[in-house]
């Protein structure tokens, strides 16, 4: 039972890193676009791509939140506690980018416009490196058990989690650029198809490396999640290995949409690879996912939530994908563009 | 205060963070609250206005619920990011009451996260759908917002009712949530009263606020057909909710006088067990302890706790409780303040409701007099205070308990010395945030009064670059 809930969890964890991290990585690309004259075209295609589903991606954040705190509670009380600075820049980033996200395209003057553009990007560079920070201290065994505190600067002020912090910031550039391609081509702009062609080969040949250089550092910093790697989750390091430079080769031979397919499964096969490494602990090595879990018919009540989301949800987010296809036919105009992570996300 | 544990390094910039992490707690739930009745209750209003447009032909109607809608985007939008801060919130202000009750409290808030998602996805299609769909499927569409913002509701109140009414649990001798019946822990018996009482309150706050701003524009001149509905439609909503609001928050205060005496002694201001206790409006318990001050209605209180036995009806005082297990002096008289404000605010408000549901009986017309639209513009600033006011009550007599029984806010709290640096940096953000969205509300309204017609660039969820030749035509066609 307990082991099922860690798959919950684990399923929107890797749905927002491969969904909601991109939207972050949307916002790198804004950060780096230069100035005004020259960023405008790329702006426009990441305001234009984050679209409407921004919203329900985020709602998985809060959907694994929610998990980690009613199934795992002592896990998450250790957590708050230790990680308490990198949450709190997180929880702090991911306002401001929301909130900016949402008035930036409210009718101001440009220098207001602006401001509000600063602020999405930075932030959307702060959140994920924050939380890759308090992904890199959890994995590194530097959360202690039992709803204490760890320490509150050097759990995440470390190789491991600098390395998580990179990574999460690296990774969600090269999925938002890979989406951004798609994007691009529907909207037939052959300048920023090639604009985020070069900028998604560029992000994933620094991804790769970075993740190689992590598992370097892994061996001294995070011995347990090492061995992991190296043992029982080396089928997933490999397939994300695989997929990684399968939709590199696709970048360069132009051809997109298995690219895009292949970089989400380079995402989530890399976050499979960190649970099954860090098995059977939910904090290495301190706690056991048996141990954290909570009692009986709370993990049942989770697991029926989970499930009538599945039957629920997944139609309305069908839904929602199938009126973003039908506004693709060009009677309905091209100011109708859906968004492509919308659909992306059914099975 | 007693002195806690601070974590090593911080000892620079620590301080008790117990009342730091109670303000910023207080501040971002009074914050994140004034949204949360314009996403319940706002769809609803929306569909009136399409149905209304659909119906009748009605193009004003029609205009009306294209702008809420893009409103509504707007408020939603920053209502969830205050709400994923309260999520944070939660781990990083109370990580020990998480950390021994999560099993139990997490429940209603997973059942919550389906709603959340239903809620973002459909007012995602709601919003793209207008030029997209047919009238009656788009309509349609904008249903299960309506019904998420309601489950939503009870869901996450269903967790606050707990709080003040623990059920559904079982303990190990050390303190540790060892069983859950999840069925106890959401129908807990505080939560039909309170439930039904923030349901109710969701309209009516959200029905008096939109109102509100159309009051305003009427007096300022704007007097249509556009106006007319803007006004009506949320305010007859509102009208309707608050005699029903006035019977659910009785039978709410009687539940509370026989389930929580503590809470009840505050607001009635009963410092010793008493029969025949006076109402007191107004008025405090001095360091003594004593009510100073303050209108005494002799009776009253003892009556309306229970009309069958009278005034003869004994009300638990504070003094029945050790003093460490009730609200203090000063949380007292907060309760106590907080609780008049609700009723005095929520009477105003049921009178002038009354005021137009007559005239509307004997005219079929609301009110014309300026004196009407001045209150009415006033409605929405009130309804607002009297719901905060509410919460108050609610939470500051609860005290010293954040699991009434069972666990105590201090205990509850991070051990994290750093809290205040979070605190201020919060209400810095909020008090931009708060500026900024009023300010983009206000220049939606003003592109909307110059373009007369639909909009599609400013919604967080809308269709993005209307092109120079688009926008010209979709005047062409709303002109």
Sequence with gaps: ??????????????????????????????????????????????????????????????????????????????????AFVPLMLVALGIVLRGASFAFRKSLFRTSQRRAFGAIFAFSSV????????????????????????????????????????????????????????????????????????????????????????????????????????????????????????????????RSPRGARLLAMGAVASIIWAWGVAQWPYILPTSLEVAAAAAPQATLITVLVVFGVATVVILPSLGLLYFLDQRSLLPAEGLDALPPSRGSASLP | MTALPLPPGGSMLAVDPVPWARGQMAFTLASHIILVPLGVSWACMTLVANWRAIRRGDDDALLLAQRWSKYMAVTFAVGAVTGTVLTFEFGLLWPRFMGTWGAAFGIPFSVEGLFFFLEAI???????????????????????????????????????????????????????????DPLKVIFNDAWPYEASHMLVAAYLVGGFMIASVYAVAMLRGRRGHYHRLGFLIPFTIAAIATPVQMVVGDTLARWVYANEPTKFAAIELVPESDSDVPETLLGRLDSEGQV???????????????????????????????????????????????????????????????????????????PRSKLFLRAASGAGVAAVLAMEAGWTVTEVGRQPWIVRGHMRVEDAATTNGGVWVMFIAVVAIYLALATTVVLVLRTMSRRFRQQDGLVDTDSPYGPREVSAERAQEAEHISG
């Design chain 1, 1 to 82: 039972m307990d082991d099922a809930v860690a798959v919950v969890l684990f399923v929107a964890v890797t749905t927002y890193a491969v969904f909601g991290g991109a939207d972050f990585g949307a916002g790198f690309w804004d950060l780096v676009a230069g100035g005004a004259a020259r960023g405008a075209a790329p702006r426009a295609l990441v305001d234009h791509a984050i679209g409407p589903v921004w919203e329900a991606n985020h709602v998985w954040l809060i959907f694994a939140l929610v998990v980690l705190w009613t199934a795992f509670p002592e896990a998450f009380a250790s957590i708050t506690l230790t």
């Design chain 1, 126 to 253: 702060l959140v994920p490196y924050g939380m890759g920070a308090v992904a890199g201290a959890i994995a590194s065994g530097r959360v202690p058990a039992g709803g204490e505190a760890g320490d509150p600067w050097s759990s995440w002020i470390n190789p491991t989690s600098v390395v998580g912090g990179v990574l999460a910031v690296t990774v969600g550039a090269y999925l938002a650029a890979v989406y951004l391609i798609s994007d691009a081509r529907r909207l037939a702009d052959d300048a920023m198809v090639d604009y985020f062609r070069r900028r998604a080969i560029a992000a994933a040949i620094i991804a790769g490396p970075v993740a190689l250089l992590g598992i370097v550092v892994l061996r001294s910093d995070a011995r347990y999640l090492f061995d992991g790697l190296a043992s029982r989750a080396l089928p997933l390091v490999l397939l994300s290995s695989l997929c990684g430079i399968g939709s590199l080769v696709l970048l360069l031979r």
């Design chain 2, 122 to 180: 459909f007012i995602a299609i709601y919003i793209y759908g207008w030029k997209r769909l047919r009238p009656w499927p788009h309509f349609w569409t904008g249903v299960p917002i309506v019904v998420a913002g309601i489950g939503g509701t009870l869901s996450v109140v269903a967790a606050n009712a707990w709080m003040n009414e623990p059920a559904g649990f079982t303990l190990n001798k050390a303190g540790e949530v060892v069983d859950v």
């Design chain 2, 292 to 366: 100073s001050g303050g209108i005494a209605i002799p009776g009253l209180a003892s009556w309306l706790s229970d009309p069958s036995t009278g005034t003869s009806t004994v009300i638990q005082g504070l003094d029945s409780f050790p003093a460490d297990e009730r609200p203090t002096t000063a949380e007292v008289n907060t309760v106590h303040l907080a609780w008049d404000v609700m009723v005095g605010l929520g009477t105003l408000l049921f009178l002038l409701s009354v005021w137009y549901g007559l005239t509307w009986i004997v005219r079929r017309d609301m």
